[in-house]
């Protein structure tokens, strides 16, 4: 594993690349750190050296690789990282071609998932739009469309969750952004309501988090995201 120092700029985002491919980690290194607004923090190339690099430098944003044949593995890493803090903001970094591993990946914790390969102004866009904040629409796309070939590779059909009325209407409301009161006022229902429906939401879609019950509602075609 390589470490580089913290610099000075408090307005750059601070990754840690964990890839176990020595020259995928720099490409991607390169590619995103080219924008003068993300620094690497430190690169690991298995989970147990990207546990304890998370621990000593607590980055903005981890590049999780989801396969490494040795050591830890990614989907490990990130509940371990996860369980140590529950804030962790995690992407996990794939191929176009993703394994059926990458849905236990996000189920672990990770906000969402994006190709090694996809554009740089888009791996650009996903580390910076999750510290912005709690919700990402290029990412939400982008682990919508790897879901999507996960299941077209593995002939996979998962059957839709059905939900009430009231439910369907408030994910449609959170897809907008909007808080508990809000929705509340709107539905002219308690908060507490709200956030029942909510929670019956994460149980039927098998989300930890508004980033995955997002990301899993947009590929049942619940919602529409920009």
């Not at 904040?133 to 796309?141: C, F, I, N």
């Amino acid at each position: 594993m390589t470490v580089n120092p913290r610099p000075g700029e408090k307005d750059v985002v601070r990754v840690l690349i964990v890839d176990d491919d020595t020259w995928t980690a720099r490409a991607l290194a390169q590619t995103i750190t080219a924008s003068g607004q993300i620094e690497i923090v430190a690169h690991a190339h298995e989970g147990t050296a990207a546990v304890e690099l998370f621990r000593i430098h607590r980055p903005d944003v981890v590049l999780m690789d989801v396969s490494m044949p040795r050591g830890m593995n990614g989907i490990d890493a990130t509940e371990r990282m996860m369980g140590n803090d529950a804030e962790a903001k995690i992407i996990l970094i794939t191929t176009s071609c993703p394994s059926p591993a990458l849905r236990r990946a996000l189920a672990s914790g990770a906000l969402g998932a994006v190709a090694k390969d996809a554009p740089a102004d888009v791996l650009v866009d996903v580390v910076l739009s999750v510290v912005a904040g709690p919700s990402s629409a290029t990412l939400r796309e982008q682990t919508a469309e790897l879901l999507h070939a996960v299941d077209a590779s593995t002939g996979t059909d998962h059957p839709v969750p059905r939900l009430t009325a009231a439910e369907l209407q408030t994910l449609q409301l959170l897809a907008r952004g909007w808080n508990y009161e809000e929705i509340a006022a709107h539905l002219v229902v308690s908060v507490n309501t709200v956030k029942t429906h909510t929670s019956h939401l994460r149980q039927k879609l098998d989300a930890r988090n508004l980033q995955q019950l997002l990301v899993t509602a947009r590929a049942y075609r619940f919602i529409d995201l920009p």
